[in-house]
């Protein structure tokens, strides 16, 4: 049985933390125009996670130019 729990965000909203996931593989043509439009968004999301089932060097520039520029990132 599956519970599901639903509770109110009236008075909360200020507190909501949002992230983003990005399933990747080997395809740094994608995530580029993915980042690129999340950017542009006028509520970032306080998390990007970039998850690539590989090993690209395109990858890795990507993500290092996208690092570069998004605020707080680490």
């Known amino acids: 049985?599956?519970?599901?729990?639903?509770?109110?965000?009236?008075?909360r909203l200020s507190h909501v933390k949002?992230?983003?996931?990005?399933?990747?593989?080997?395809?740094?043509d994608f995530l580029n125009p993915v980042l690129s439009s999340v950017a542009r968004q006028s509520s970032l999301p306080d998390e990007v996670i970039v998850s690539e089932d590989?090993?690209?060097?395109?990858?890795?520039?990507?993500v290092r130019f996208w690092r570069a520029r998004w605020p707080n990132s680490s």
């Open 54 to 62: 590989g090993d690209s060097p395109a990858m890795a520039e990507v």
């Open 1 to 11: 049985s599956t519970n599901i729990r639903f509770c109110s965000l009236h008075g």
């Open 18 to 28: 949002t992230g983003l996931i990005v399933s990747v593989y080997n395809r740094a």
